[in-house]
């Protein structure tokens, strides 16, 4: 996990609720991605971003949004849009996001609904 | 389209003894290929990968990957398991459907190792 912070580790939303999970780097990395993880489907893209001011969509977007202000920040918020989103939200960066660099991840935040 | 299985929810061993968890994948052209582990509430660590050249690879903590271009597959393998191996291990390919700039990985469902003592 070295490199990659998340915070919180635990975050509860309640209904109609935004909340905003963190994510920094100090390992200079360009690229940052955010993945969700449910049970027994793997991880899935929501964001990603390959240079500050500028992010895409991955596979899952919706309900979800996300800001590139900083090299070393890329926090996701999750808005009251996105109807089921307890789960387990990763981090990951590379160097540059070039095909044979190895994305290394953050600890992760669980997000649970009240 | 781009994916990788991993076929096995479980696999259980005893400690002591070779493992193997297996993984196939579907790409067009040349595979970039990575094997993850996750402890239980903890995010993903990095084995090993294939990128290119021989086609067995070492990684951390005595994990090896045997590449077969043939069979597609990327078996993830240890001579001698460990009760502390127990984890949740995801193999993923990364996505050339994203373009060449962006690494964007592609996971299977993941294989829980279970070393029995």
């Known amino acids: 996990d070295g490199g990659i912070t998340q915070s919180p580790k635990y975050l509860f939303r309640k209904e109609g609720q935004n909340v905003t999970l963190s994510c920094e780097q100090n390992?200079?990395?360009?690229?940052m991605y955010w993945y969700r993880q449910d049970p027994g489907q793997g991880l899935r893209l929501i964001y990603y971003?390959?240079?500050?001011?500028?992010?895409q969509k991955g596979d899952i977007a919706e309900g979800y949004s996300v800001s590139r202000e900083k090299k070393e920040s890329f926090p996701l918020t999750v808005t009251s849009a996105q109807k089921n989103p307890t789960a387990f939200y990763l981090c990951?960066?590379?160097?540059?996001?070039?095909?044979?660099?190895?994305?290394?991840f953050g600890p992760g935040t669980r997000l649970l609904v009240l | 389209a781009q994916s990788v299985a991993q076929p096995e929810d479980q696999v259980n061993v005893a400690e002591g003894n070779p493992l193997t968890v297996k993984c196939t994948y579907s790409v067009s052209g040349n595979p970039y290929l990575f094997w993850y582990v996750q402890y239980p509430n903890r995010g993903l660590q990095f084995l090993l990968k294939y990128i290119t050249g021989d086609n067995l690879v070492k990684g951390s903590y005595g994990f090896e990957a045997e590449f077969n271009k043939s069979q597609t597959s990327f078996h993830l393998k240890k001579p001698s398991a460990l009760v502390s191996d127990s984890a949740l291990y995801f193999c993923a390919v990364r996505d050339l459907n994203y373009g060449g700039a962006t690494n964007k990985l592609i996971f299977g469902t993941g294989t829980l190792l279970a070393v029995q003592p």
């Open positions: 390992l200079n990395h360009d690229a």
């Open positions: 971003s390959q240079i500050v001011n500028d992010f």
């Open positions: 990951a960066s590379n160097l540059r996001g070039l095909p044979q660099e190895t994305q290394y």
